[in-house]
């Protein structure tokens, strides 16, 4: 469930059709939904906001007091990473450290990164890095790890619940910490949509000098956490459902082009519009924010879950972005280079990592 409040603004993408013809697996979709409250659009001029939609936390992956790990690269600044108290890993760069030894702060901006079906926190080990490298000083990256191997097919309910719990953890844990982004991969893009639903907090109205409610605030700016919402972002997620033998037959993607990017078949972009991108060869469609206009509405007398779902979901605009590894040689695992699981075997999508951090909003 996505419960939008005020003005709120969005960017996602989608991945573009190989030939007919083609029996290897078609591009794989990325969507990115900005979340931004009303104090960071009057930072950039404009008003961009949304308001998203216990069993007990995971136990931390090391003992409590366990030696921060260091590794460092060339010339690329250090990173560290740190078992989390309720689980999953924090990364961040060593020069954040530095900073703070030196009279300045730590990044306020955590990064939440969510694993697919039977992911786990390791997924996400090369995007977390590419992060903290390229904004020491602003983010603060956390992977899960509450929600991993067969506890993925425990249902997109009890894994939310279990990824809010986590990430109220990190919060508690990280006190410095004032804006919150979602970066998911495949189901982990519906747990983050089901967790935020449950960290939602609205703002109350304000209070005139009498002491009355004034309902002529202009937005209510919510909290997920308790933090500023700021970025929600999913790579190859099925929003509108996963409708597997069809997919099969079709030799379409392990996610669908469609329920991957809240599209209707005929809003896909026609393939006289894909185009490749010099800087993000795999990179060949972005639409920016659009909501539905509700042009299309269901005149049928049964009733069409899918329909509702988008129309549901593009209340809020998304920027989507389609990806396409037909002429990859890793076109064959298309679904894990997106997020670039394993860089060996998954270089190619770095490109597609590249572009989100590019337009991330800190």
Not at 94 to 123: C, K, R, W, Y
Not at 220 to 248: C, V, Y
Not at 258 to 268: A, K, P, W, Y
């Amino acid at each position: 469930m996505i419960a939008a409040g005020a003005a709120s603004m969005g960017r996602a993408a989608t991945p573009a059709p190989g030939a007919q013809s083609s029996r290897l697996p078609r591009a794989v979709s990325r969507l990115r939904l900005v979340l931004r409250s009303s104090e960071a659009a009057a930072r950039s001029g404009s008003k961009r906001w949304i308001g998203c939609f216990r069993p007990s936390p995971s136990p931390a992956t090391a003992a409590a007091g366990a030696a921060v790990v260091k590794e460092a690269k060339g010339k690329r600044p250090e990173v560290e990473v740190e078992p989390a108290r309720g689980g999953g890993e924090d990364v961040w760069s060593a020069d954040a450290e530095t900073e703070v030894a030196q009279g300045g702060a730590f990044p306020e901006h955590l990064v939440i990164m969510v694993n697919g079906l039977v992911g786990s926190a390791d997924d996400w080990k090369f995007a977390a890095e590419q992060f903290v490298r390229r904004m020491p000083d602003k983010v603060i990256v956390h992977r899960s790890q509450c929600n991993s191997a067969t506890q993925t097919f425990d249902g997109v309910d009890l894994m939310g619940e279990r990824l809010a719990n986590e990430v109220l953890s990190v919060v508690e844990q990280r006190r410095g910490v004032k804006k919150i982004s979602f970066v998911a991969h495949s189901l982990g893009g519906l747990v983050a949509r089901y967790a935020i639903g449950r960290l939602y907090e609205p703002n109350s109205r304000r209070k005139s000098s009498g002491g009355e409610s004034r309902d002529d605030v202009v937005h209510l700016n919510g909290h997920i956490a308790g933090l500023e919402p700021m970025n929600f972002i999913t790579f190859a997620s099925p929003h509108l459902g996963s409708s597997g033998n069809k997919q099969l037959t079709k030799q379409t993607d392990m996610v669908g082009w469609r329920t991957s990017s809240i599209r209707r078949q005929h809003e896909l972009p026609k393939h006289r519009l894909l185009v490749r991108d010099e800087k993000y060869p795999h990179i060949v469609y972005v639409e920016k924010e659009v909501t539905d206009n509700n042009e299309t509405k269901a005149h049928a007398d049964h009733y069409d879950p899918e329909e509702e779902m988008i129309r549901g979901l593009t209340q809020v605009p998304w920027e989507r972005v389609d990806v396409s590894f037909q002429k990859s040689t890793q076109r064959l695992v298309a679904h894990n280079t997106i997020q670039v699981k394993s860089y060996w075997l998954n270089s190619d999508g770095a490109d597609v990592i590249n572009h989100m951090m590019d337009n991330f909003i800190v």
